[in-house]
């Protein structure tokens, strides 16, 4: 059986390590690169700390508006798709790359495979929220991290090929964290960053909600981090750099430490480490959670709200009064923390098996 796979932004890469390794003793996987991320540490950095196998292909695609982006990476994987006659399309979560994949299948009627589907924020402004919907009605296997995301997909009427596959992200969490504690190469990053653990913050920022308005947002997100009584370390997504840089330079904050996005191994030492968690990001609310790390979502509203539980993870206005508010006055319950929403840390297996077995395919 041959698969291909299409990935393209760095999430998708730490999802894909586990699954591509599971994947290749059962059958041939062919790996699509978009090229949607492609810094040295948004892309190459993964494909090596992580053993991910070299892409067959890499469209370099590159940076672009919402339809210029996802039209390109169409028309390259129909492409691929003529010429390798896969069995199988098989996606992850939730952004342009996953889109364009699931739709260049669909359309060939390649039966798609949508690695965490269900997910909802029911903000249909958010460019992720379309792009998960529009995946997840055409797809043919929908692998749940979740019970609310079955929840969310049966309130829409897709039912059938639905699974509670629990979340990969735990997998490469649980399977990553201890090859990063036992290098002594990447746990020097607290002594080359001059933080010692449990005595910093750790806060990434990249949403459109955040960085679209202008120095607005960033302004009122760095003046409630530079009250916080420890440093908060920040390794800056591209997409926020320049907005970031000139904040800091107008206004002088020095409680705020800018760094390079670092590869995966140094980030989980980096948020297991960290005294709490500040973020945008949907993959870091879950690895804070997966941690015991407390975390503050400055967004309006989570995917992920099996996190929000006994206060584990909390979302912020983005407003200086409630940041500062939620960031120094939440406590978590430690009793809140005995369900496990997000599985074994046996996705990837699961996963794989429903997808190599031909016999047990859902009915197209
Ligand atoms: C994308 C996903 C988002 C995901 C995030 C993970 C969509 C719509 N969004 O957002 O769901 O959470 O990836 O990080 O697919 N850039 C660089 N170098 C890079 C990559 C990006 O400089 O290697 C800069 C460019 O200025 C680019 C901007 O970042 O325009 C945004 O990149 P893009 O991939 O369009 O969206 P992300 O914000 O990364
Ligand atoms: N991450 C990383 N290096 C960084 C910042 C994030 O390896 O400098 C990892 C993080 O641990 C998580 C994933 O990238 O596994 C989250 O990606 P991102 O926040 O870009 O996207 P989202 O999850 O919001 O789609």
């Known amino acids: 059986m041959k698969i291909v796979t299409v990935v393209g932004a760095r999430p998708q890469f730490i999802k894909a390590s586990v699954v591509s390794a599971a994947l290749a003793p059962l059958c041939t996987e062919v790996l699509v690169h978009t090229g949607q991320h492609y810094d040295q540490n948004m892309s190459q950095v993964f494909f090596e700390e992580l053993k991910i196998p070299h892409p067959a292909y890499n469209l370099g695609v590159g940076s672009g508006t919402h339809g210029r982006q996802t039209g390109e990476m169409l028309i390259g994987i129909e492409e691929i798709l003529f010429k390798e006659k896969p069995d199988v399309m098989l996606v992850y979560g939730d952004t342009n790359s996953t889109l364009a994949g699931a739709l260049a299948a669909s359309k060939l009627h390649i039966p798609v495979a949508h690695v965490e589907a269900g ?90 909600e955040t960085t679209d308005g202008g120095e607005d947002a960033i302004v009122r997100i760095f003046d409630a981090f530079e009250q916080l009584p420890q440093r908060v370390v920040i390794p800056i997504h591209p997409r926020t750099r320049a907005l970031a840089e000139e904040a800091i330079k107008t206004r002088g904050y020095r409680n705020i430490q800018l760094i390079d996005p670092v590869g995966y191994l140094e980030m989980l030492l980096l948020t297991s480490g960290a005294c709490q968690v500040l973020t945008d990001s949907g993959g870091l609310q879950k690895e804070a959670w997966f941690m015991e790390v407390p975390c503050v979502t400055l967004r309006s509203e989570t995917e992920w709200v099996e996190t929000l539980e006994g206060g584990w993870n909390v979302l912020a206005k983005l407003t200086t009064e409630d940041i500062l508010e939620k960031a120094l006055h939440t406590v978590p319950n430690p009793a809140a923390r005995e369900a496990q929403p997000f599985g074994d840390g046996h996705a990837s297996e699961k996963i794989v098996r429903a997808v190599c077995n031909k016999k047990e395919w859902p009915n197209q």
């Open 119 to 208: 997910l909802r924020s029911y903000n249909m402004r958010m460019p992720e929220e379309q792009n998960r919907i529009l995946s997840d009605h055409i797809s043919t296997w929908l692998f749940c991290p979740t019970q609310t995301a079955v929840t969310n997909l049966a309130k829409e009427g897709i039912t059938k090929g639905v699974s509670i596959s629990g979340d990969v992200m735990l997998d490469s969490v649980l399977h990553f964290r201890k090859v990063a504690l036992n290098n002594p190469e990447k746990r020097k990053i607290y002594e080359q960053l001059g933080i010692s653990p449990k005595n910093y913050r750790l806060a990434t920022l990249h949403r459109a």
